[in-house]
């Protein structure tokens, strides 16, 4: 079986003209995954070699762990701020 490489990138809200956020997710023909995410400022960048199984491993729960805390966020974003009264935006 040959290296397997990936590549995938967009918009995070494709439809906004105010924003330029995105997300970019790669495995390069060195085995290095990487997963970087920008917003109009600033970015970040979660990589790990996929050398080994532990390495495999850490990479799979820094992204699964990411992606669960994004889902929790907006969860309670929802459930506190969409559709609300109460929100004024005064604080």
Known sequence: MGIKTY?????LAPESI???????????????????IHDCNTGIR???DLNNPEEIQEMINKLRILGTSALSFANFIEDNYLN?????NSN
């Not at 590549?7 to 918009?11: A, C, E, I, T, V």
């Not at 956020?21 to 997963?35: G, S, V």
């Not at 609300?84 to 004024?88: A, I, L, S, V």
């Open 7 to 11: 590549n995938k990138k967009g918009f």
């Open 18 to 36: 105010r924003s330029c956020a995105d997300y970019h997710a790669k495995i390069l023909p060195d085995l290095r995954a990487i997963f970087r």
């Open 46 to 48: 979660i990589w790990n």
């Open 84 to 88: 609300t009264t109460e929100n004024d």
